[in-house]
Nanobody
Framework: QVQLVESGGGLVQAGGSLRLSCTAS????????MGWFRRAPGKEREFVAA????????TYASSVKGRFTISRDNAKNTLYLQMNRVEPEDTAVYYC???????????????WGQGTQVTVST
């Protein structure tokens, strides 16, 4: 049973910070790329950030570049998303995922978490 569980979401004021975590169980994903995606109400799921299996290669959506940082701890089988200077437009359900390749496309990801809600207030 493969399971990805996100945590760390919640309510945060605009300009504040939040760190999301995603812990995997049932299988080790240290050799696979991983990513963060999000879905806001009434919108399609969109790419946020991705990281290669070594952690040395990352890519970000232009909307979060410079504000968010993706990282991973393979020993803990955990993925992180550090969110700084959050904006109301960041409000969404955030999902972590395990991919077949380093990619910005959700079609390249096979395993998904249940999501964690992030709400940015003003």
């Amino acid at each position: 049973q493969v399971q990805l569980v996100e945590s760390g979401g919640g309510l945060v004021q605009a300009g504040g910070s939040l760190r999301l975590s995603c812990t995997a169980s049932g299988r080790t994903f240290s050799s696979y790329p991983m990513g963060w995606f999000r879905r806001a109400p009434g919108k399609e799921r969109e790419f946020v950030a991705a990281i290669g299996w070594t952690g040395g290669l990352t890519t970000y959506a232009s909307s979060v570049k410079g504000r968010f940082t993706i990282s991973r701890d393979n020993a803990k089988n955990t993925l992180y998303l550090q969110m700084n200077r959050v904006e109301p437009e960041d409000t969404a359900v955030y999902y972590c995922a395990v991919g077949r390749k380093f990619s910005r496309s959700d079609r390249e990801y096979d395993y998904w978490g249940q999501g964690t809600q992030v709400t940015v207030s003003t």
